[in-house]
């Protein structure tokens, strides 16, 4: 442990990534609990439902068709947040004039994309094999790699994985109209998450704007690596490595860790152990161990409270759009934020103290961490099927 | 309109209390939707209940008897997430070592309270009248006035409010055994807001730390009136009062807007229209038009959707600690964050893309405060009981 008394006082944490603070009450635990005791939850959803819109070969809600696609299937969002295209906007930005400090808005465009993981309706990432996940990594890089500014310190890398990952004509788009700064990988798993479709799929964002959270990160990485001439997480993986109280699990290119300063009960962190700035930065090896930890971080959130655990998960690049220096401050890395907290059905609401103070925490990321670490091995519901 | 281009392309808008943005996509209204049709939901609730740990008369869950109390009941709650005394904790601050950069921990002390806002268990404030929620108000105020810390340039108005106001008993509470940094009220309304009793109440978080939120919004306050030599929310009061296009209620000393950079669907601001530094600002008619204003949200929420509206709120004033220049930057507010979107069982959730990039919202916070506009009147369950 860290200091044995952060097991029992109450205490705050620094997110370095964020620059911001959030409180640790690790005696809440120590609440009365009628522990619920769960039923394993099989997974009773058919692999093909005519009423997907995700499925192969179905119909969407604009009337398109999905290809018969194979393993993934990436189209733009019908209902995108963003659009490519839309009415002109420009502020006034008259300083001495109060709405103009006060009213502030400026226009924002983008494209929204859907991703598939699996033809299977049924499948999630914990049923899938590293093997079967690779081809996700392998679009996500291709897509990012096609949308890449022209003068884009990373586009010799691009220009090489896109020479050596082969195409997946369902995975393809077409590069942006206008060069786009962000791109934003995330997937929301879970009715809990506001997942309306069970069927495997995530959803990219790109947006001309770099939005708050990459952009708070970049300035907190770039301000320690002037302090110290070292990156923050290729120091911290260092740290976590070494002290191994929060470490989940790893394998040559990445780490799994319950971060320090995680929110959610069982947040993990997956980061790479080189300096990898973006997707492009991976070698075919380090695309397949990228695939066993997600894979290990899915089937481990899984076996936890034998349900299919929600969670929202995103990762962490350089952006679309940046100097060399901006690129070489980034270091690319995935987070998982599960809301679950004691059982399949008792989650922690980030609520009224959460959103009007500050985040609060019960569990120690070292709590959450232990027991992460003992619930590998197979699939719980492999055996219930 | 601000611009009536804004109601129809995607942007972002700046929060100048927190100094962040959010993403705005109005468009998204228009994604087709099988208006979920409630049936007015009734308060099928009893007025007392013999196994509610709030009610009357009960025992709690660590033994104690609440008294036969008639309004509002303060106690500290019996598992609270931050402790008066605790073992010490001095971390070390070796600038060199780069786990005290990237493991910090500070220890936190503090005291919680729960707080009732009614005898009957079946009340909210939405069901309670002005003269009702006012002892609430009451004893905010005496539980803040008798926190303040000795030096503090409150402490006149700390007096003379508490001669004024008459003492209740039952909310009485006595001053803290250290002196604390701040007082966070707030209230979690409704199962989807970690509710998990409906008897009326709010807690009371007392901290030895200044929280995130209340700490940005002062870093906010504090640079705005160094710019302009005037208030950010008096600016802003004014220029809400000027439009019209986010207010959705006014008396005398408050105004109930959905603000310009609001998250929430439904999100308002209560802002008071003097300088009131905090609850002790407040004279006896203040008080009444606050609670006026807290009841008038609660019951438009209510009639919005024909429901019991869930949501968190909360209230910004000056810390308890504090210097004189502080205490005159700080500014009386009150938020609602409420979840629900578009009937009273779609809520917005903030997942995925909010979590990992940047907090986004659909209906414009003008079209949110004309819906709230067009629902005072009677309590829509009144007529059905
Ligand atoms: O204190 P309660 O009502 O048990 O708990 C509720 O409010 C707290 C403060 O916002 C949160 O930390 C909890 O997650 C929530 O369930
Ligand atoms: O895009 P979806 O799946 O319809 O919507 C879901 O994810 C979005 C991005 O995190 C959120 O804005 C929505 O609130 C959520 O329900």
Known sequence: MPDEVLNDISHRRYNPLTGSWLLVSPHRTKRPWQGAQETPSKNTLPSYDPKCYLCPGNKRAQGDSNPPYENTFAFV??????????????????????????????????????????????????????????????????????????????????????????ENPDGEVTPPKHQLKNMQIFENKGAAMGCSNPHP???????????????????????????????????????????????????????VVCPWWALWPFEVLIISKRHVRALVDLDDKERLEFAQAVQEVARRYDNLFETNFPYSSGIHQAPLDCTEEEAETSWFHMHFYPPLLRSATVKKFLVGYELMAEPQRDITPEQAAAKLRDCGGELYRKSLQ
């Open 77 to 166: 969002n019908d209902y995108s947040a963003v659009k490519e295209t839309q009415q002109d906007y420009h502020p006034e930005t008259n300083k001495d004039n109060v709405a103009s400090l006060l009213l502030q808005a400026r226009p924002v465009t983008g494209r929204c994309y859907v991703l598939t993981f699996s033809a299977k309706h049924d499948a999630t990432l914990a049923d899938m094999t590293p093997e079967e996940i690779v081809p996700v990594i392998n679009t996500w890089t291709r897509i990012y790699a096609s949308h890449l500014s022209p003068s884009h310190p990373l586009n010799g890398q691009a220009a090489y994985v896109l020479s050596t990952i082969p």
């Open 201 to 255: 799929h995530c959803q990219i964002w790109t947006t001309s704007t770099l939005p708050e959270e990459p952009g708070k990160e970049l300035v907190n990485m770039r301000k320690y690596k002037s302090d110290t001439g070292r990156h923050l997480l290729g120091d911290y993986v260092k740290l976590e490595l070494e002290k191994k109280e929060r470490l989940v699990w790893e394998n040559g290119s990445f780490v």
